[in-house]
C-alpha cells in the first residue's frame, strides 16, 4: 500500500534538545512538505522540498531544518532555537509538475517542556 | 495580506443538510481545495475547484465563485462519521497553499 509514514505519533522532548520527525513516502512523489498545526489556527508552511537535494523555507522555518537526500524522505529537525515548538506536525507530498493536490501523513504530535 | 475565513464551528443533525463555508483574499488564485480533518489525524481531500461552479460527488459538493472569493462545502444526508474539521485551502500565485483555521461540524442524532 502507497502511503506516507510518520514516526513517532507521540514525541515528548526537554527544552534545549533538538528532535528530528520522521516523513517517509512510497508514493513516488517529487514534493515534500512539513507544517504545523496549532489549535484555531490554519495550517502553516514550514518547509517544502520541490526535488531531491533541494528545498526552501515557508512562512515560519525559523528554528526549524530539513533535509531531502533521498526522494522517499524529508526528515525536520526542531531545533533548541525554535521558541515554541510544542504543536502538531504533519508532512505531506504532492506528485509535482502541474499536480498540486497534497497526502499526508498521520502526524507527529510533540511536547517539549 | 493573505486571509480565509471559515466559521470556527457548527452543530448539525444526524441526516440533515449543512453548508460550510469559505471566503477568501490571496495574491492570485489558482483553486480552492476541501479537505477533511478528523480529530488527530491526517486531513484527507474532499474536493478541488478552479472554474466556478458546483461539483458534486456523492454527499459531498463543493462550489465555487473566483468573483465572490467565496466557496463552500455543502454535505447532505448527514452521518456521525462526518463530525471532523473541514479546512478550505486556496492555491495563491506562487502555487503554495494557504489554509483556512478549519470549521469543526458537531453532527447530533
Known amino acids: 500500500d502507497g502511503g506516507i509514514t510518520q514516526s513517532p505519533k507521540y514525541l515528548f522532548r526537554k527544552e534545549g534538545q533538538n528532535v528530528t520527525l520522521s516523513c517517509e513516502q512510497n508514493?513516488?512523489?517529487?514534493?515534500m512538505y512539513w507544517y504545523r498545526q496549532d489549535p484555531g489556527q490554519g495550517l502553516r508552511l514550514i518547509y517544502y522540498?520541490?526535488?531531491?537535494?533541494?528545498?526552501q523555507k515557508g512562512d515560519i522555518a525559523e528554528g526549524y531544518s530539513v533535509s531531502r537526500e533521498k526522494k522517499e524522505s524529508f526528515p525536520l529537525t526542531v531545533t533548541s532555537a525554535q521558541k515554541n515548538p510544542t504543536a502538531f506536525y504533519l508532512c505531506?507530498?504532492?506528485?509535482?509538475?502541474?499536480?498540486?493536490?497534497?497526502?499526508f501523513g498521520p502526524g507527529t504530535r510533540l511536547t517539549v517542556t | 495580506g493573505q486571509n480565509i475565513d471559515q466559521p470556527t464551528e457548527m452543530t448539525a443533525t444526524e441526516g440533515a443538510i449543512v453548508q460550510i463555508n469559505c471566503t477568501y483574499q490571496?495574491?492570485?488564485?489558482?483553486?480552492l481545495f476541501w479537505y477533511q480533518q478528523h480529530a488527530g489525524e491526517a486531513p484527507t481531500f474532499l474536493s478541488y475547484?478552479?472554474l466556478d461552479g458546483l461539483e458534486e460527488k456523492g454527499r459531498f459538493s463543493s462550489f465555487l465563485s473566483r468573483s465572490k472569493g467565496y466557496s463552500y462545502l455543502l454535505l447532505k444526508e448527514l452521518q456521525m462519521k462526518d463530525s471532523a474539521s473541514y479546512l478550505c485551502?486556496?492555491?495563491?500565485?506562487?502555487?503554495?497553499?494557504?489554509w483556512g483555521a478549519g470549521t469543526k461540524l458537531i453532527i447530533k442524532p
Open positions: 490571496t495574491s492570485g488564485f489558482n483553486g
Open positions: 475547484n478552479v
Open positions: 485551502a486556496v492555491l495563491d500565485s506562487n502555487y503554495q497553499l494557504i
Open positions: 522540498s520541490q526535488i531531491v537535494n533541494d528545498f
Open positions: 505531506a507530498s504532492s506528485i509535482g509538475g502541474d499536480s498540486y493536490e497534497q497526502y
Open positions: 508514493l513516488n512523489h517529487d514534493a
